[in-house]
């Protein structure tokens, strides 16, 4: 081989090695810009997961104040209702009632909440404002 030859054998080992430093290169920049796009990509996840927590959280302490107010409200109406001789419960709810039609209509509200079937009725209550409703039917009528 002469010197020539060698030089072009060189020469076009430096190109091929020029070719796959320029990929090498060109491989580590894309994959430096894949690595980049994971990590926002990643980031922007926690970032809306980290918000959702915050939410999650807001909205378990308003649903535990809301359970701790309704609690207070029940032991409340239990107590006050518990104070309460029963004659005097029917005598409370038709409080006010000067004719016979107020007497009627409030009679009927009274039934529509309060009757057994539904979900907020209650038996001796009913049986307390039917036992009113005929005292005070009497005495209306005369």
């Given at each position: ?8 054998a060189?020469e ?34 926690f ?15 308003e649903?535990?104040?809301?359970k ?9 109406q239990?107590?006050?209702y ?7 419960v ?7 009632v ?11 509200d ?14 001796s ?15 209306l009528?005369?």
């Amino acid at each position: 081989m002469t010197l020539t030859e060698e030089r072009r054998a060189l020469e076009e080992q430096k190109r091929a090695l020029d070719r796959e430093k320029k990929d090498f290169f060109r491989r580590v920049e894309i994959e430096d810009r894949r690595l980049e796009q994971q990590k926002n990509l990643f980031e922007m996840k926690f970032q809306i997961l980290e918000e959702e927590l915050v939410k999650l959280a807001a909205e378990r302490e308003e649903i535990e104040k809301k359970k701790a107010f309704y609690d207070r409200v029940e032991e409340f109406q239990s107590r006050s209702y518990a104070r309460i001789p029963d004659q005097q419960v029917g005598e409370l709810f038709f409080r006010g009632v000067a004719s016979q039609q107020s007497l009627k209509k409030r009679y009927k509200d009274l039934i529509k909440i309060y009757h057994p079937d539904n979900v907020d009725g209650d038996n001796s209550l009913v049986i307390e404002i039917n036992r009113e409703y005929d005292h005070l039917s009497q005495v209306l009528a005369l």
